[in-house]
């Protein structure tokens, strides 16, 4: 039986990952009805109010909220924003990011303070289920006013126009005997208004970056032993006396993952091993801590009201101001671009030491060096991922361009920061593929029978669709299985 997500319910990382993996279906309860009608009663009620101005809901927008709108042209006044504000460009948005994005606007409508009917949440909830995925661009928000322009395109076949699941809209909705919906006051406003590109993309983002740091502790232990290393680093005393959460754990999974090594266990003749090895806690635990902070800020970003005017009901007040600024999130997937990058850079060094003809390895893991030259271009391509990644690392939310004629004179550029994010969360999976390419190779040079538990299951999978590189051959094939394979480790 299909469950539903109720709307009502706090949205946590776990309930959106259901969404998300069991095609889940939502619920607009009794309580959201209310506190939606509620709303739009009120807004209703004040519009009525002779000479009663209102910032988007009878004046124009940006540096046009001077200008008074007809009483006769407001509901025109709203079907114009989202076709004159839909002007993305570049590349579709994924299904996955679009579910999020629909998801997220109906829960920030639904908390009753932005003035809209429950008809109009009610269809978005139909798109989600029946499956009808409005098309998105990539490009077009400054995180600012909201993500205008994809949020436009995602809300444009409410009224029949746009696209759904790449086919015109007003087509779909009648395949599905549905009429486009004539919007009323506010509700253009509204739906264009807020956050729900950026939330949307950090939460995918939020959660392959989990899944990822995850998987480079377990590819790392298998580094560790394919290149003799000690286990004193990661020995609990050391990490309890700097007291960093992160590190703690991370030393923690570690050892967990590499208690039953025989490898790790037998006697070493080397005094300390490279930083790349030594320091995994201190790397890979500062990155975890960075996505706990990331999800704080976007899971409370998911369930709140990001547009604007805000309409209170019971203070008897409508106020104009920004919640749809998205400078929180800029930084946090900065920091976060940042903080998973880190993954990739150490894992490369990894890489380059374990080709390197130390500790016994042959030079570029392979039998034969200088008539076959092994895995040496796989640290090339590591380099050059890694490099990259350190471009993109470059942070969006210092920047800010005006627009709307000096009106919205300072943006976050969010979209721009979360699109670079998981471009650098994918470069990231790369590497660790390389890296578990590269160490399933690397301990075959070692007693793989004495290596942990952990490492053993994941060699046999790696060793299910990859064999020992024995002579040269097409390297591309093998690293990309590698990348898969780590995909379905996440899942």
Known sequence: MQKNINISELLTLDSVSDFITQNQIITIDANALNEINKCHDYLLSKIAIPNSVYYGINTGFGSLCNTQISEVDLNKLQENLLMS??????????????????????????????GVRSETVQRLADFINLGLLPFVYKQGSLGASGDLAPLAHLTLPLIGKGKINNKPAKEVLAQNNLKPIILGPKEGLALINGTQFMTAYGIHCLILAKKISRMSDKIAAMSLEAFDCSLEPFSP??????????????????????????????????????????????????????????????????????????????????????????????????????????????????????????????VFLTPNPGLHSGFMITQYTAASIVSLNKQLCSPASVDSIVSSNGQEDHVSMGANAVLKLIRIVENVRKVLAIELFVACQALEFRNVMHSSKASQLLFKTVREKIPFIAEDTEMSDFMQIAEGIIEAEEN
């Open 85 to 114: 504000h839909a002007c993305g460009m570049g590349e579709a948005v994924n299904e996955e990011v679009v579910r999020l994005m629909l998801l997220f606007k109906i829960k920030s409508l639904s908390l009753g303070y932005s």
């Open 237 to 362: 005393q050391i990490h309890a006396i700097r007291k960093q959460k992160g590190q703690i754990e991370t030393a923690k999974n570690i050892l967990n993952l590499l208690a039953d090594s025989k490898l790790m266990n037998a006697d070493k003749i080397h005094v300390q091993d490279p930083y790349s090895f030594r320091c995994i806690p201190q790397v890979h635990g500062a990155t975890l801590e960075v996505i706990e902070q990331f999800e704080k800020i976007f899971v409370n970003e998911i369930n709140a009201v990001t547009d604007n005017p805000n309409i209170f009901v019971e203070e008897d007040l409508i106020l104009s101001g920004g919640n749809f600024h998205g400078q929180i999130l800029a930084l946090h997937a900065d920091f976060l671009a940042i903080g998973i990058a880190e993954l990739a850079s150490i894992s490369e060094r990894r890489i380059y030491k374990l080709i390197s003809g130390e500790r016994g390895l042959p």
